[in-house]
């Protein structure tokens, strides 16, 4: 049986050892950088199943490493950082990361998140799940998303809560239950990065009202996917 790989980018030493152990212990093949250009070369040479990635790195920071990742590829991205601001949380599930774990953590539960993390992204990415609508097709397993006959530019978590909206017409949702069935765990900081996600869909499927469906908001509750 083929080990799940797992590319791991820290430029501390310590962690990677410490992180490697553990995660070797568990059976998976540990692939290591500890700088983002090197990280983005063994990615694109040998595509892992999953990145841990470090966002202070020296020259290209984690962040940059996401975005590029993201430009080529949905695999699974967890950050690894000390920083604990509710904005660089934000700005991190924002540009695609599906996880985020704050130094120090403990290894047990880093081990539990990434194992989570790779179901989730096994089980979205599995069998042929497609939704159609007038003009709209939103297709998980393939993370596509054709509007009007173009295929439209949206990152995975945009096309995930899409999915997951559009999947229950007319389901009333929180934010804190959207953040929990598509982030897939209790959510850190506020539920602003739903607002934002929603914003942004809305702007690029900006027409489908017109043709019978939306992403209408509740007030003092949360979002729903409305056909009429």
């Known amino acids: 049986m083929r080990k ?5 980018v820290d430029d501390d030493p310590n962690i990677r050892q410490l992180v490697n152990l553990y995660l070797e212990k568990e059976g998976f093949e540990v692939m290591m950088a500890d700088k983002g250009d090197e990280a983005l070369k063994i990615f694109k040479a040998t595509p892992p199943n999953l990145i841990l990635l470090d966002v202070m790195l020296p020259g290209m920071d984690g ?3 996401c975005r590029e990742v993201r ?6 991205i ?3 950082t000390a920083k604990d601001e509710t904005f660089d949380k934000v700005l991190g599930l924002e540009l695609g ?9 403990d290894m047990k539960e880093l081990v539990a998140r990434i194992k989570a993390v790779i179901r989730r992204y096994q089980t979205a990415d599995a069998p042929e799940k497609e939704l ?3 003009g709209l097709t939103i297709n998980i397993s393939q993370y596509t998303v054709v509007f009007m006959g173009k295929e439209m530019e949206m990152p995975p978590k945009e096309i995930e809560l899409l999915y997951f909206l559009a999947s229950h017409p007319g389901m009333v949702f929180t934010r804190e239950q959207l953040l929990e ?3 897939g765990y209790d959510f850190f900081g506020d ?3 739903v607002d934002v996600h929603v914003k942004r869909i809305r702007e690029k499927l900006a027409p489908g009202e017109e043709m019978g469906w939306c992403i209408k908001t509740v007030w003092g509750v949360g979002y729903k996917f409305e056909v009429k």
């Not at 990361?97 to 953590?105: H, Q």
């Open 71 to 76: 430009k080529i590829s949905n695999i699974p």
């Open 4 to 8: 799940t790989k797992i590319l791991l």
């Open 191 to 193: 539920s602003r990065t």
């Open 181 to 183: 069935q598509v982030w």
């Open 63 to 65: 962040w940059q490493v």
């Open 132 to 134: 159609v609508f007038p």
């Open 97 to 105: 990361a599906d996880d985020y774990v704050v130094k120090p953590f």
């Open 78 to 80: 967890i950050m690894l």
